[in-house]
């Protein structure tokens, strides 16, 4: 029977990890590990320090859900060495409120779990929904979902790389289809508020503004404006190989004691 691993950042009770579990059990078995409470933006952090608590909420014979007061990736390290009953098959991640496209990807707890899976060579899959609404309609993207599952459990992924999946904001008959992309170059413009607290304290308050300006063919900003699904292959390897040969004659050299 296979053995699917869900986790996500926005908590065990969200509906887009219900609506992925939905999913899932379609193929077999599913063990849910998720925080406790919203933990977005949380990226590839883990606990240390403090003891983790996990909670059990609910099973049938199909699924068993459980969260844990730690990190998405805690949830997932967690998981596979005390919960999952055999190794998982596929570990998936969400449907994440929000976008986890471009530059987004290195806050993303959504992915931050995917990548720590894809370091144990699991097969990973994160999913988001280009929507913060807590209620948002999911439908549109569940049959993509499905066909995305089902074609890396019968194909698997090339070792170390996981899928970052991107969903627009459509109703099914109005999404195009999908892509296979990059990443568009784009970036956060952030910004402390500062704001009074009601005892005159001052309290500075995270905003930000999400700034793209790389819509060109083939990245994945450019199929979602388009109506496509988009899919980034991932991996944990942030090497930039092309300016390895630029660099090593600038720093490469031997120390002065290996000369001697």
């Not at 608590?53 to 609910?58: A, F, I, L």
């Not at 596929?90 to 707890?109: M, R």
């Not at 999404?175 to 304290?201: L, N, Q, T």
């Amino acid at each position: 029977m296979t053995q699917i691993l869900i986790t996500n950042d926005d908590s065990y009770s969200a509906k887009g990890l219900l609506a992925l579990i939905d999913v899932a059990a379609k193929f077999g078995n599913v063990l849910v590990m998720a925080p406790d409470r919203n933990s977005s933006g949380l990226s590839h952090s883990f606990t240390s320090g403090r003891p983790l608590r996990v909670y059990e909420h609910w099973s049938n014979e199909r699924v068993s859900v459980f969260s844990c007061d730690g990190t998405p990736v805690d949830c997932v390290k967690l998981a596979i060495e005390h919960f999952c009953p055999m190794r998982p098959d596929l570990v998936l991640s969400g449907i994440n409120h929000g976008s986890n496209s471009s530059v987004n990807v290195l806050y993303s707890g959504t992915m931050g779990a995917v990548i720590e899976a894809s370091t144990y060579d699991y097969n990973a899959i994160g999913f988001s929904l280009l929507s913060h609404d807590p209620d948002a309609d999911f439908s549109g993207c569940l049959p993509y979902v499905e066909q995305i599952i089902a074609n890396v459990l019968d194909n698997g992924l090339p070792t170390n790389v996981s899928l970052n999946v991107n969903f627009p904001n459509l109703p099914f008959g109005e999404i195009k289809g999908m892509r296979v992309c990059h990443e568009a170059k784009a970036r956060w413009a952030d910004s402390f508020e500062k704001r009074v607290d009601p005892y005159g304290r001052p309290y500075w308050w995270l905003t930000g503004r999400f700034i793209c300006n790389d819509h060109s063919e083939g990245t994945d900003e450019k199929a979602l404006a388009d109506g496509y699904v988009s899919i980034v292959p991932t991996q944990p390897d942030y090497t930039c190989y092309n300016a390895i040969e630029a660099l090593t004659p600038r720093f490469e050299q031997d120390s002065d004691t290996e000369k001697q």
